[in-house]
């Protein structure tokens, strides 16, 4: 295991998908938040992901694309706080084990501001692919 000086920042596309990749395989093995992402029979995996990958790309990166959504509607979390502050918590400690430097900060940041407009917002039903 990488210690916290050898950790990349995140620089690239591949970055991004190891972001990405971890942090769905973690809540879907989350026994708090594995239900609601455990839809899975429900969400069509491979634009759910490209979604992730593009938002954290033209997020992080810069890059000029049109924007997935940062949480799209076949996952839901209840509006409660604390399935929120779970996933954050999940998001900042998924980057912290595969990043480190300013870039990495920034995603928690950004984390942080998603999860503060998620606990915002109304719960929201699974759409039916």
């Not at 093995?29 to 899975?40: C, E, H, I, Q, Y």
């Not at 995996?45 to 924007?67: D, V």
């Not at 912290?96 to 950004?110: D, P, R, V, Y």
């Amino acid at each position: 295991m990488q210690t916290s000086t050898t950790l990349p920042d995140i620089q690239t596309e591949g970055d991004i998908k190891k972001l990405v990749d971890t942090l769905c395989h973690k809540a879907n093995n989350d026994t708090l938040l594995g239900p609601s992402f455990g839809a899975a029979s429900r969400i069509y995996w491979p634009h759910f992901l490209t979604s992730q990958y593009r938002y954290w790309s033209t997020t992080l990166l810069g890059r000029k694309e049109i924007e997935g959504a940062p949480l799209p509607e076949q996952v839901v979390l209840p509006q409660g706080g604390h399935h929120v502050n779970h996933w954050l918590k999940l998001f900042s400690s998924t980057v912290e084990e595969c990043f480190s430097g300013s870039k990495a900060e920034e995603a928690k940041q950004l984390a942080r501001q998603l999860a503060t407009r998620l606990s915002a917002s109304r719960l929201r039903e699974l759409p039916v692919d």
